[in-house]
């Protein structure tokens, strides 16, 4: 199993400004995957973060929007751009095991107004 | 492209009956098949998961799925609920997709 921490894991913000989301894992892992959960919706694949590449992101968002870092194997960031309120979402940062189930972080709580 | 569909939007059961969540999955080839669970304001949780071996899989809890491929499902199950399964259950397939999720209530 692998344990994750986020941060911050709430926060309020202006419309027009951004944040970032950082994501910590307690072992090495390849692939890391960003995810958001609008209320009371289910989880929609933002992008997938590999260490040494560029992430790799899901129809309907954008690397402008949605800028990621994967500086080393353990940690990754995403950053959430000119945030308007439709960008109020749970974000969820989670990890591949080999068995191909996933572990998730506790989740960042966004409210932009 | 691999999708699952969870049938139900939410479930209500009376503690001490059983549980039955379902879903199915759409595949051109063998998938592996997970149930997450999401207690309000908690993190996901894996419940189980099918990635080809028996088809009946038990998990955390007291659940169990079984994969059927004749009739493409993967439906979770459980003899009897507690008040603490109270909880939205998510169905996935191994290519990072999520069902819409089931709510799950459990009345006294």
Known sequence: SAVISQKPSRDICQRGTSLTIQCQVDSQVTMMFWYRQQPGQSLTLIATANQGSEATYESGFVIDKFPISRPNLTFSTLTVSNMSPEDSSIYLCSVEAQGYEQYFGPGTRLTVT | ?108
């Open chain 2, 1 to 108: 492209a691999q999708s699952v569909t969870q049938l139900d939007s939410h479930v209500s059961v009376s503690e001490g009956t059983p549980v039955l969540l379902r879903c199915n999955y759409s595949s051109s080839y063998s998938p592996s098949l997970f149930w997450y669970v999401q207690h309000p304001n908690k993190g996901l949780q894996l419940l189980l998961k099918y990635t080809s071996a028996a088809t009946l899989v038990k998990g955390i809890n007291g659940f169990e799925a079984e994969f059927k491929k004749s009739e493409t499902s993967f439906h979770l199950t459980k003899p009897s609920a507690h008040m603490s399964d109270a909880a939205e259950y998510f169905c996935a397939i191994n290519d990072m997709r999520f069902g819409a999720g089931t709510r799950l209530t459990v009345k006294p």
